[in-house]
């Protein structure tokens, strides 16, 4: 066809907008979520989409990276599994002109001229919120509260962080004990094997907080195995907000839930034309999110998208 006559988005030179996503993997709902969301903006942005999945490793993203600076995409976006070893496959981008945007998780780098700008939540906040909810539920009781606690993936910024966050709201009161704490990787299945172990080397677990929801309902199996009652003997505290966690909270079996939004892909696409033409963009771009306790979850349901 004539230069400009196709429909899809122009980079500078008047040609369609080619991005490379690097997605972290297929852990969870929320993942799911989020990569389908990239997926349907890109098509309706009209912009060419390569997509690649990681595994949850961290080698195989910075393999995608290379390939992408290779193949001279306009802009490549990718999600970090975890926070650290990005300086050197970010310089090759850097060095090859090729824009850079952060989406969802962050990296520890020092030079934040090694990418244009993040796009995702801040999980320090859902950390707090998370402490929060808990904090004001127990005001009355004298403790101890014993918690357990279901990390995300080793090193990643939302394990990080939502530890972090959590961690420093519940420290101000000397009742609230976390007696273990443990990766679960983000997955269903490590979340209930962790679980059970908790269960084995705890006797008396008050609080689960999981990273996030889909650790949250592994572990639920695992306590209803053990025959305890999941929201009622042991409360559970959980982070992202996708439709079978909410379900769970109909049922009784989640107290709460803080959320976490995964449909990012329509600002990311606004950012990726924004880069690609070479204007300048805000370093962070946050999105806006609640927290929904048992009580609002019945109302909430119909209305969730993820
Ligand atoms: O909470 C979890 C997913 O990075 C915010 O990754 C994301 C997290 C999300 O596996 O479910």
């Known amino acids: 066809p004539a230069a400009g006559s196709s429909s899809g988005a122009k980079a500078g030179s008047g ?29 309706k942005a009209g912009i060419t989409l390569k997509f690649s999945d990681a595994q949850q490793k961290q080698e195989n993203q910075i393999k995608a990276i290379r390939t992408f600076i290779q193949q ?20 090759e981008a850097k060095d090859a002109g090729i824009p850079v945007i952060l989406t969802d998780r962050a990296v520890d780098s020092k030079d934040t001229s090694l990418y244009k700008t993040f796009l995702g939540s801040d999980f320090v906040k859902e950390g707090k919120s998370a402490g929060e909810w808990l904090t004001s539920a127990y005001a009355n009781e004298q403790g101890p509260v014993n918690i357990v606690e279901l990390q995300g993936t080793t090193g990643s910024a939302p394990a990080n962080d939502r530890k972090a966050g959590f961690a420093d709201v519940i420290r101000a009161d000397g009742k609230f004990k976390i007696v273990a704490s443990q990766s679960g990787d983000f997955t269903r299945a490590k979340g209930k094997e962790v679980m059970q172990a908790f269960l084995k080397s705890q006797k008396d677990i008050d609080v689960l907080y999981a990273h996030n929801d889909d650790m949250a309902l592994g572990a639920i199996q695992a306590i209803e195995e053990s025959g305890k009652k999941p929201g009622t003997d042991i409360k559970v505290i959980s982070v992202d907000g996708i439709k079978d966690a909410f379900v769970a909270m109909t049922e009784g079996k989640i107290n709460v839930v803080v959320e976490c939004n995964p449909l990012l892909g329509d600002q990311l696409m606004e950012l990726t034309k924004k880069v690609a033409a070479g204007e300048s963009v805000p370093p962070r771009v946050e999105t806006q999110e609640g927290v929904f306790p048992q009580d609002k979850a019945a109302a909430a349901l119909p209305s969730r998208n993820y």
């Open 15 to 43: 040609k369609t907008i080619t991005l490379g996503f690097a997605q972290v993997g297929a852990e969870s709902g929320w993942r799911t979520a989020n990569t389908k969301s990239v997926q349907e903006a890109a098509k």
């Open 72 to 91: 001279k995409v306009d802009v490549i976006a990718f999600s970090p599994v975890v926070e650290s070893g990005w300086d050197p496959v970010l310089k």
